[in-house]
């Protein structure tokens, strides 16, 4: 390709302006070599210029050797194909049927040797140069079978071996030079087959082996050794996670039967439960455990039962227990002389950890998955591709198949109307969207604040009748009546936001699932919101232990969620398929819809993580919901849902709910602790925290006590310097910002280049049509004169484009008329003089035939050739052309023979372009060494040639114009390079001839 | 599981465990499955072949609308059949599995869906796809005019150097940019 690309490069009459200037810089590799390794480089063009070479260099018989025949006895009659030589290699025998070889296996071969080429591959010893070459290389070694189609190709078998072996070697030489792990993750990573692999691997194997006894010492076979061992103690490690791995063939169920988009959820609610076992095993591990070991019994008022309503308000005997805050002392434990534990300082660095370690691993999934789904995804394109790309090759259930390819045949349509649809729109329909849009926004905001404040009215008045209360069942009972609230609001309002959908007209359905989950988000933050307010405002000021009070009711909170997450698989679920099969058919089976759910998920972790300070074990409880309703959903699902309809998108809206997570639901819940932690006073009467002012002054009194310990110094100095100034904070954020502007101006400057780069690809893309364009006329007129091979002898002019040849046949047959016609009237004349005075009138009369000869050389039949047998079947006036012309110069030869002046048939032809001239020159030189009958002056001859000659300039110069100006098949600015060539070349063979 | 471990033999297993992106628990479920296609007689030949209508019984390719060209692009048979070896049937896995890297998925990918094997993904290919993916039936299909203008798109969207048909390296410059194709170009047994 990059040969190709270069050759055209250089010719400066086909690039002349859009051309970029990368265009000019010399080759690179980059350029050159397929940036994904293009390992199946099928590049049709690529390999039939290849293959066109390979004919021209070494097809020993056949169509070309005729042509280099007629090239040397036609000087210009190679015009064509010199003038490409001398520019670079030129595809003469481009698409030749070979219907034995089109196999792309050559091809491959070819596009290699290829990459073989100097010109693309210059000597370099940069890693990168490594790389791409081992990627260039690939595609040989991809393909070592199928030399037997290449013999007709003109490369000797041996030769394409050895290129071969050579580049087998290079891949080789570069697989042992990398270290263990890398290569086997290359040799892994090559698209070929097994066996060819396996073949790569034996000869690294052999290479290395070879390597190593030469050069044999202790500490490397150590190294290899204890490399081999890490090695398969990895492998391990890796079957333990596999065979540890969660709901496998669940998973696998649930993507064959409703694809990846339903899976991503389950996937979600995996990755949230992971999330709160390792929550839960740092909690119980730091905080409990050690709680525990020194007072294992819980300090429970007498009278307080275990009742089993706990379980559900999470109060009572529960608040007494490690469950909450309140459960945890404020000792050091330990005895004096042994290390001891501060359950103070553990409480908070636990907590304060595992904080920090979700939201590290939550802004590393979010930025990965952002990278991969969003600045990847190019959303300008791909919207057809997209859709052909998501095909779920998992799906394996054929019901699911079915419906899979019903709805991706809607989503073609629409895709397709959509395009269409697109500003249609009148003013006034706009405008009602618009207030549609205002109203429903402002309606479900009006919600959301609504919900909010009646919550918060509910929280007061509650509050209200529990310092009433006489602590009854029915008191307890009724703590439950907040989470109740909540969680119907949560359930109910989403439902009527979807009604929404019936009267919003978004642009693409995206945007409105996008809306949708910003409505809900905004709902349930809402509420969380105010839940937070309340409870720092209110419940912190007066309750006794009021961190037990706040656990407690995220408890109630959680527990609720729970039962109505299962409610509304039942309801949303199960009785929506029964209404849809049973009742009312028009609703159909419900889709699994993705988005409530996963916010649903979201909502549930945010509890999590807000109770965690306030309820170590909540955890616990989390753990366990989710694990539940890990399996409800999936009965759920596979007893009643239908898979959604738009499958599209499935990773981009993943990437949104990481996003979501974090951004209003962590970071919510981390500012409403660190409000916590730093200005409010913990509770005098329980927890770890009793009698400090915040409970980050625990932190405080240990830098303190640090402070006194020789060897802790250092902790202190971080802890002055660096945690609590706002120097480093600054230089931080300073440092962030540099770093953001970078690469700002990076992507900026890619972006230039890739739009660059992307012309750069468009005009070598127009360059290959060109080039395949003029190869195509070729292979046409080649296969034309194959066609004719018989009648007409080998004429050079075959070769010529296809329209040119047809004005040139319609001026000579009109000469060769003219010739036969003097010839028949005048006999034996003076031949120059008779030339003379027909010129001018061949000039009127090849205007007017080459006007015809497109449309009616029918006519012509009748005219001169009267006397021939009609000519049969004439499709086109080029065969017909041809044929006449073929006659006229029998009759011509035949007339050569009967009359003394011989001499004058290449005069008569040269009314014509220089072309015939030429030709009938060469004819006449050629006729006469044939005959070598030497009555004839040789001086005369030549006298007449030189007088043709200078005739056939000035005609040259007369028909130039109007002659290219009638070329039917002009090509574009290509076909006028190549008249400009061919007149070029004409002038130069003038001057040889002449001097 | 013990047998088809001792079947295999550990050298052979660490190979193909080296060589596939499959892991050792995979490979001798595949072993397994591979064995039950075969009958009882073949299964101690040197490296034996199931036929593609037999690789095609498989669950998890029946109902694959590529199923056929799936069986052609990973068979190493001489006369191109479509049948597999368990080497071929272990390509074909790892090249579906989940570990398996992007540009390994695109190329297969390209090769499924370069129906007459010509290189690149022209009108005809593309028109094959489409009739693959939304069914051959003369109700499902799409009609010519949308056909017309779907492939139109789908050469805008992605052939860049507007040669009139798709390449391999445009093909996986469009894949790269698809982010739901990695998950979901898979087959687990």
């Known amino acids: 390709m990059s040969y190709y690309g270069n050759s055209v490069y250089n010719n400066p009459g086909y690039h002349d302006s859009d051309t970029l200037q990368i265009d000019r810089s010399p080759p690179r590799k980059s350029v050159h070599s397929n940036p994904h390794g293009n390992p199946y480089p099928r590049d049709q ?176 076979d150590c190294s290899e050794t204890f490399q081999l061992s890490f090695r398969r103690c990895g492998a391990h490690m890796m079957l333990a996670r596999q065979t540890l791995d969660l709901w496998q063939g669940t998973m696998k169920e649930i993507g064959g039967t409703f694809g990846t988009g339903v899976l991503s959820y389950f996937k979600f609610l995996k990755w949230l439960l992971m999330f709160n076992v390792f929550s839960f095993l740092v909690n119980f591990g730091f905080i ?84 991969k789904r969003f600045v990847q995804a190019d959303p300008a394109t791909g919207s057809a591709w997209q859709l052909l790309c998501s095909w779920d090759f998992s799906v394996t259930n054929e019901r699911a198949v079915r419906q899979r390819r019903n709805n991706l045949r809607i989503q073609l349509k629409e895709s397709l109307s959509d395009k269409v649809r697109v500003a249609l729109l009148p003013l006034s329909d706009r405008l009602k969207h618009y207030a549609v849009f205002l109203g429903t926004w402002i309606l479900s905001t009006g919600v959301a604040v609504g919900c909010a ?24 009972a009724s703590t439950l009546l907040l989470p109740f609230v909540v969680s119907l609001v949560n359930l109910v309002i989403p439902l009527f936001y979807s009604l929404f959908r019936k009267i919003e007209q978004y642009p693409n359905p995206r945007m409105q699932v996008y809306a949708i989950i910003l409505r809900n988000v905004i709902l349930k933050m809402s509420i969380l919101g105010i839940l937070c307010y309340y409870w720092m405002k209110n419940v912190a000021e007066r309750s006794l232990c009021w961190e037990s009070a706040v656990g407690q009711s995220l408890y109630r909170l959680v527990v609720v969620d729970f039962l109505f997450l299962m409610l509304g698989s039942f309801f949303g679920e199960f009785l929506s398929n029964v209404v849809g099969t049973k009742c009312i058919q028009s609703l159909g089976v419900p889709e699994f819809d993705i988005a409530r759910n996963v916010l649903d998920l979201i909502y549930a972790q945010t509890l999590a993580w807000i109770g965690i300070y306030f309820s170590p074990l909540l955890p616990v ?31 981009q809206m993943q990437t949104i709910f990481i996003a979501i997570l974090f951004f209003p639901s962590f970071v919510g819940a981390l500012s409403m602790l660190a409000y916590t932690v730093w200005t409010l006073p913990p509770s005098d009467g329980c927890g770890p925290f009793r009698g400090l002012d915040t409970t980050f002054s625990a932190v405080q009194v240990w830098i303190a006590y640090l402070d006194g310990v020789s060897g802790a110094h250092w902790i202190v100095w971080i802890y002055r310097h660096v945690i609590r100034s706002e120097i480093f904070y600054f230089l931080i954020t300073i440092i962030i910002l540099v770093f953001i502007y970078i690469f700002w101006q990076i992507i900026k400057g890619r972006k230039l280049l890739i739009s660059l780069l992307r012309q750069q690809i468009a005009n070598e893309g127009k360059d290959k049509a060109f080039l395949l364009e003029k190869l195509q006329d070729v292979q046409k007129s080649k296969q034309n004169k194959q066609r004719k091979k018989r009648p007409t002898r080998n004429r050079p002019e075959d070769e010529t484009s296809p329209g040119l040849l047809q004005a040139l046949l319609a001026r000579q047959r009109l000469e060769e008329e003219d010739a036969s016609a003097a010839y028949n009237s005048f006999g034996v004349s003076v031949p120059s003089e008779r030339t003379m005075s027909t010129t001018s009138s061949a000039v009127m009369q090849a205007l007017i035939a080459r006007q015809q000869a497109g449309s009616q050389a029918g006519s012509y039949r009748g005219v001169p050739f009267t006397a021939e047998p009609p000519v049969p079947s004439s499709t086109s006036a080029l065969i017909q052309a041809m044929q006449a012309r073929q006659k006229a110069e029998s009759q011509a030869e035949d007339g050569f023979h009967r009359t003394p002046a011989p001499s004058q048939n290449p005069v008569n032809a040269l009314p014509g372009a220089m072309i015939q001239a030429m030709q009938a020159r060469q004819r006449a030189e050629l006729e006469e060494l044939d005959r070598s009958e030497p009555e004839r002056p040789v001086s005369s001859t030549s006298g007449v040639i030189m007088q043709a000659r200078q005739r056939a300039e000035l005609e040259e110069e007369f028909y130039r114009t109007p002659a290219s100006s009638q070329v039917p098949d002009n090509t574009g600015p290509g076909s006028a390079l190549i008249q400009a060539m061919l007149a070029r070349r004409q002038i130069e063979d003038e001057y040889v001839d002449e001097y | 599981m013990g047998t088809t471990a001792s079947q295999l033999g550990k050298d052979l297993l660490s190979e193909y465990q080296e060589l596939t992106f499959l892991t050792k628990q995979e490979i001798l479920l595949a072993h397994k499955r591979f064995s ?128 009139g048909t798709v390449n391999l390296s445009e093909f996986q410059h469009v894949i790269s940019r698809s982010p739901d194709f990695v998950s979901s170009f898979k087959i687990v047994l």
């Open chain 1, 453 to 476: 404040s009646g919550i918060y009215f509910l929280c007061q008045f509650e509050k209200g009748s529990a310092d009433e209360s006489t602590g009854s069942l029915l008191d307890e």
């Open chain 1, 45 to 220: 063009e690529a390999g039939a210029v290849q293959t066109g070479r390979s004919d021209n260099q070494t097809l020993p018989g056949g169509g070309l050797a005729s042509y280099d025949d007629a090239q040397t006895r036609v000087p210009w009659g190679g015009w064509q194909e010199e003038s490409w030589r001398g520019r670079d290699s030129i595809p003469i025998g481009l698409l030749s049927p070979r219907p034995e070889s089109p196999h792309w296996q050559q091809d491959i071969n070819q596009e290699s040797h290829y990459d073989k080429s100097p010109l693309v591959q210059p000597p370099s010893t940069t890693t990168d140069h490594v790389s791409t070459r081992f990627r260039g290389s690939r595609r040989m070694s991809l393909f070592p079978v199928g030399e037997a189609a290449l013999g007709n190709l003109g490369f000797s078998e041996d030769h394409i071996r050895n290129e071969m072996e050579m580049e087998e070697e290079n891949v080789i030489k570069e697989l042992v030079a990398m270290s263990t792990t890398d290569r086997i993750k290359a040799i892994r990573d090559l698209p070929m087959s097994f066996n060819d692999k396996k073949h790569v691997r034996g000869q690294v194997l052999v290479f290395k082996s070879f390597k190593k006894s030469r050069r044999r010492n202790c500490f490397a």
């Open chain 1, 288 to 371: 409990t455990i050690p709680q525990l070991s020194y007072d294992p019994t819980p300090a429970v008022p007498t009278g307080v039962k275990f009742t089993g309503l706990e379980i559900l308000t999470g109060s009572g005997y529960f608040s007494h227990t490690v469950m909450y805050y309140g459960g945890y002392s404020n000792e050091t434990r330990g005895s004096e002389g042994r290390p001891r534990y501060n359950m103070q300082l553990a409480y908070f660095f636990t907590i304060a950890a595992y904080m920090v370690l979700c939201g590290a691993a939550l802004v590393y999934s979010m930025a990965r998955s952002f990278r």
């Open chain 2, 36 to 163: 039950e296609l075969l009958a009882k007689e073949e299964r101690s030949l040197p490296s034996p072949r199931v036929p593609m209508e037999k690789i095609l019984s498989l669950p998890e390719l029946k109902s694959n609308p590529f199923k056929k060209r799936i069986c052609h692009v990973f068979s190493t048979s001489d006369p191109k059949d479509g049948s597999l070896t368990f080497e071929d049937f272990l390509d074909l896995l790892s090249a579906f599995s989940d570990s398996a890297t992007l540009e390994i998925k695109s190329h297969y990918a390209f090769r499924i869906f370069d129906f007459d094997d010509d290189g690149t993904l022209d009108g005809r290919d593309l028109e094959k796809l489409v009739n693959c993916l939304t069914g051959e039936t003369e109700d499902t299909r799409l009609t010519s005019e949308e056909m017309r203008q779907l492939i139109g798109n789908i050469l805008e969207e992605s052939d860049i150097d507007k040669d």
């Open chain 1, 621 to 651: 409880i989390q753990m366990i919901k989710f694990f539940a309703l890990f399996y409800l959903k999936k009965v759920s699902i596979t007893r009643n849902c239908q898979p959604p309809r738009r499958a599209g998108r499935a990773a």
